[in-house]
């Protein structure tokens, strides 16, 4: 079945998490929590956008793939390499309890963080700021493009 | 047409307040209106700004896509809201042309303050000696102590590495290993024998094609990515900061490149700007000032190179107007400058004209030292150059010397414990770099191969693993110790393992600190593991080193006895087979192996292919001999005290001679300052002494040291210069054989017959030192002391023998004479020819002969 309402509800949940603090202020896990909640609720745009959560035409849906998701909509292609820059700069825990890096094709990754606090030389709150303020402005081109977020 | 300068001009003369933020790639351009508020679409937003301005919906969406704008059309509280946090992302050429045409940006730019000297290098065009000059101002500042590391940023085409004559074989000496996470490791390309400044260089990539995709991909990256550049320049700094380099020098890609200014606002330092006079530099008339004002203290210079001959005052006076306009630039940087205090703001400006900093234009004369030398001795530059090299250090702040004061240096005739100065010999040239291709130094005892082992440890070109028993530092492990003792005798089946054991703890190790070493050696012994398990220790621990190491091995005549000495040579040789070609140990972990020549030729299997191409043969020929002896002349203060003017003549061309490069002559003028001119009881002429009674070789055909490829030709023996000239200078000091009573001096010269008793003191001294390792090298018995003893008888022998001889005939006589047997003789003496001591006799195939070194000290005769 072809999938046709927008999945709203979920997208104002996690935006409203994603516009969290940037600067520093509030609780220390914040800027995890945004750029966590920022990448649910870009998916989930693009999804409804292409309408793409069942695959259309007999084509493979992207899975978790945002970079390749915002190639689909021709976002500028700096943005997209800045994106997967700060995306596979953080450090995350593998699957077999090593040291790795967020996989960009699959971002929920990102819920095995690894963060200074926890493990000295890894990622920091600074390095999780980056990665949401290029996605403020592939946000900012998406509404552009009249892909509502 | 319209532009985006045009658009904004028109939005200030419209009344229209607007805000810039550059993120790379766009600048965001919020226009704000309260009238704004009443349209929700932003259609209707757009059609009252084209209204306001006098554009049409077209023509601004057009303008805005080609100057990279982002319009937003915003009321103050929408603004506030949408970027009211945010920054500057990212720096770029547009972003400060935009800041230079718009001024004040909404924010300061962002300069950090770089916590180390930095100097970089740029010109609007390539090809004009911007690299070239960069390498050779690296190169007099390390002559002058500076530590300098000099970084090839320009990524589309790099060629610093081409100019220091090196190829960047690890990933860990370049910008894409940084970029890679890789821990900085730049190769030293230069290191100054006078004031061991050095030049260390990070290149662009690794020269093997194997990494193209990567370079090139990287290039890519960058270019969409700036912060990636940043964060290289960050790392970069921090590093140079922490390995206590003086400064960095960067070279930049050429004109516009979207790299340029990221390194510039990470790492802010003057811009030495290259810019030949023909116009074409003219184009980025309105981008030079974004150098010039990136550091504002001291915005940095121009320079101009020039092709031909034609005289500099005449090519200054014909490009005036030119030189006027680019100096016109650097005065409004200086001008543009923040003022530093209250006091400074109320001065009155200073009124600066162009030609007040006429001395920051420089002419670059073209010189023929270039043409076959891409970075050349400064010595053999012009004297214009040199000038230009020196307005360059003083412009950029870069005048003193970090010469490090000279610490008294201890002379020693072993070279374990010498710290006189080193000369700059082919073979050092060959492996002073990190990534030399040399992993084998063979050579005759007392050719300096401990010292230079030294010297390669003290410049930072490996660390000593096994090293002299005499020697007194406190790194490596001696080759003559308890511990080494222990893990022979351990290993004594199966010798590779002590390789591996050894290569085991030094990567164990962060160093090869010889307590350390000592110690875990010692521990791995109590129950040493089998060979697999060895090995696999080595490739685990090279796999986990942050840097590759280049260990260093020396020492190995002396740390086993005759019966040993041949298998644990072929397991080391194996061993060292296996590193170099092993992909898992050659990336992290390397070698220089020093030995004696005649043990790498005891019949290791295969050997001439494992070191094709990898090993050189230490030879001293008698330029570098000569000037090695004008250096221990200079270092002792009995040669400054009687010979006064002759060692300031020295002290005055000590660059020269450090370097070997004092031709013959102008040594031989020295040397006569001080010696005689014959020797009348040899009725021979000094220099033809000082030519032939220093070396193994009785060849009166052709000078020691001469190019050849078997390495095996007589050299020169350092070890012997030095003992030579320490004699002269105080003969009846350290244990000589007689006692010397005649004058030092016979007139304003050393007396002929001091010369006559040094080389008859140092002959015997080496002799002395080559006894030693005959002892390990001959077994003539079982037990160690008796052996010694039964050398000693055989070497006694010898006096009162005649050369040339037959060989069977000489070990006949010396059976007699020391009553030991004669096949033990003759196997004796073939080892003895083995280290030079003895060669075959041209012309008469059964003959061998004695060289003139070893004829005085055995005490045998010539047979006419």
């Given at each position: 079945m072809l999938l046709t309402m927008p999945h709203a509800f979920n997208r104002r949940a996690f935006g409203s998490v994603a516009r969290g603090p940037l600067d520093g202020e509030g609780e220390d896990s914040a800027p995890l929590l945004a750029l966590y909640c920022a990448l649910v609720r870009l998916e989930l745009a693009l999804k409804d956008h292409k309408h793409s959560f069942y695959g259309l035409g007999g084509k493979k849906g992207k899975g978790h793939d945002v970079c390749g998701m915002l190639r689909d909509v021709e976002v500028t292609d700096a943005l997209i390499v800045q994106l997967d820059n700060r995306l596979v700069s953080l450090c995350c825990t593998m699957r077999d309890g090593t040291s790795g890096t967020v996989d960009p094709k699959n971002y929920p990754h990102l819920r095995y963080l690894r963060h200074e606090t926890d493990f000295p030389g890894t990622s920091t709150n600074e390095d999780l700021r980056g990665a949401l303020d290029v996605l403020r402005d592939i946000e900012r081109e998406l509404e552009h493009k009249r892909i509502s977020l | 047409m319209k532009t985006g300068s045009i658009f904004l001009d028109d939005l200030k003369e419209n009344g229209l307040s607007f805000r810039y933020l550059f993120r790379y790639p766009y600048v965001y351009v919020a226009v704000t209106d309260p009238a704004f508020g009443e349209y929700d679409d932003r259609e209707d937003r757009e059609a009252y700004l084209t209204e306001r301005i006098g554009w049409n919906a077209a023509e601004l969406r057009r303008t805005m896509h080609q100057a990279n704008f982002q319009l937003q059309m915003l009321t103050a509280e929408e603004l506030e809201q949408e970027y009211g946090h945010d920054r500057h992302r990212g720096h770029s050429w547009l972003r400060s042309i935009l800041a230079q045409a718009h001024?004040?940006?909404?924010q300061p730019v962002e300069t950090q303050e770089s916590p180390i000297r930095v100097v970089h290098f740029h010109g609007y065009k390539g090809g004009q000696a911007r690299s070239s000059c960069l390498a050779f101002l690296g190169r007099v500042l390390a002559d002058s102590g500076w530590n300098v590391l000099v970084v090839d940023a320009d990524i589309e085409a790099p060629s610093l590495d081409i100019l220091f004559n090196t190829?960047?074989?690890?990933?860990?000496?370049?910008l894409l290993g940084v970029s890679q996470g890789a821990e900085p490791a730049p190769e030293r390309v230069y290191t100054s024998p006078l004031t061991q400044g050095n030049v260390d260089l990070l290149a662009y990539?690794?020269?093997?094609?194997?990494y193209d995709i990567e370079a090139v991909a990287l290039a890519m990256r960058a270019a969409m990515d700036p912060l990636i550049i940043e964060q290289n320049a960050g790392r970069i700094a921090d590093f140079a900061r922490n390995a206590e380099y003086h400064l960095i020098l960067i070279d930049h890609r050429a004109g516009l490149s979207p790299y340029n200014l990221p390194w510039l606002h990470r790492l802010p330092g003057p811009v030495v700007i290259f810019a030949r006079l023909d116009e074409q530099w003219s184009a980025a008339k309105s981008y030079l000032p974004v150098l010039l004002h990136a550091y504002p203290s001291m915005p940095g210079l121009f320079v101009s190179f020039k092709t031909d001959s034609e005289r500099i005052e005449q090519y200054l006076a014909r490009n005036q107007a030119q030189i006027e306009q680019l100096l016109q630039l650097l005065v409004d940087a200086k001008l543009d400058m923040q003022p530093a205090t209250e006091e400074e703001e109320e001065e009155e400006g200073i009124d600066l004209t162009p030609m007040d900093l006429r001395d920051h234009f420089l002419v670059w004369p073209y010189d023929a030292a270039f043409r076959s030398v891409r970075v050349p001795d400064p010595e053999r530059t012009s004297g214009d150059l040199r000038a230009v090299i020196s307005e360059l250090r003083r412009l950029l702040g870069l005048e003193q010397s970090q010469r490090r004061p000279d610490a008294p240096r201890h002379l020693h005739p072993s070279g374990a414990q010498d710290e006189g100065a080193f000369i700059q010999t082919s073979a050092l040239r060959q492996i002073q770099s990190t990534s030399s291709s040399i992993r084998y130094i063979f050579g005759r005892k007392g050719t300096g191969k401990t010292r230079l082992l030294r010297e390669m440890a003290a410049r930072g070109l490996g660390e000593p693993l096994l090293v002299d028993p005499n020697d007194t530092g406190e790194t490596g492990l001696r080759s003559r110790s308890t511990a080494m003792e222990k893990a022979t005798e351990t290993f004594?089946?199966?010798?590779q393992g002590l390789w591996w054991l050894l290569f085991g703890c030094a990567l164990e190790q962060r160093d090869t600190a010889t307590t350390t070493l000592e110690k875990s050696l010692e521990r791995a012994l109590e129950a040493p593991p089998s060979i697999s398990q060895l090995v696999d220790q080595v490739r685990t621990r090279a796999q986990q080193q942050p840097r590759r190491r280049i260990f260093l091995l020396d020492g190995l005549e002396l740390a086993f006895n005759a019966r040993q000495i041949f298998p644990f040579m072929e397991g080391l040789f194996h061993v060292l087979l296996t590193i170099q070609t092993d992909p898992r140990l050659s990336e992290r972990m390397d070698f220089r192996l020093f030995l004696r020549a005649d043990l790498a030729e005891i019949?290791?299997?295969n050997i001439e292919q494992q070191i094709h191409g990898q090993v050189i043969y230490l030879r001293w020929d008698i330029q570098t001999i000569f000037n090695f002896v004008l250096s221990r002349i200079q270092s002792r203060d009995w040669y400054r005290t009687h010979f006064h003017a002759t060692v300031e003549k020295i002290d005055q061309r000590e660059h020269e001679i450090l370097n070997g490069l004092l031709d013959i002559p102008a040594c031989e003028e020295l040397l006569l300052e001080i010696f005689p001119p014959r020797i009348p009881r040899h009725n021979l002429q000094t220099t033809t002494f000082l030519r032939t009674y220093f070396t193994d070789s009785a060849s009166t055909s052709g000078p020691p040291g001469s190019d050849d490829t078997d390495g095996e030709r007589a050299t020169f023996y350092p070890r012997v210069y030095d003992r030579f000239v320490e004699v002269i200078a105080r003969p009846n000091e350290g244990s000589p054989s007689k006692h010397y009573s005649e004058e030092q001096r016979k007139g304003d010269r050393i007396n002929p017959s001091l010369l006559v008793f040094a080389h008859e003191a140092a002959a015997q001294d080496y002799l002395g030192q080559v006894r030693q390792e005959l002892y390990y090298l001959i077994?003539?018995?079982?037990?160690f002391d008796q052996n010694r003893r039964r050398i000693d008888r055989l070497l006694d022998a010898f006096a009162g023998e005649s050369s040339p001889f037959k060989p069977d005939r000489l070990a006949s006589n010396l059976a007699g004479k020391s009553g030991l047997g004669e096949p033990d003789v003759r196997a004796a003496m073939n080892k003895m020819k083995a280290i030079g001591m003895f060669e075959d006799r041209p012309k008469h195939a059964e003959d061998w002969r004695v060289g003139r070194l070893f004829k005085s000290s055995l005490r045998m005769k010539y047979a006419r």
């Open positions: - | 001024p004040p940006a909404p190829k960047p074989l690890h990933r860990d000496s370049t990539r690794p020269a093997s094609e194997e004594r089946e199966n010798p019949g290791i299997q077994q003539l018995d079982q037990e």
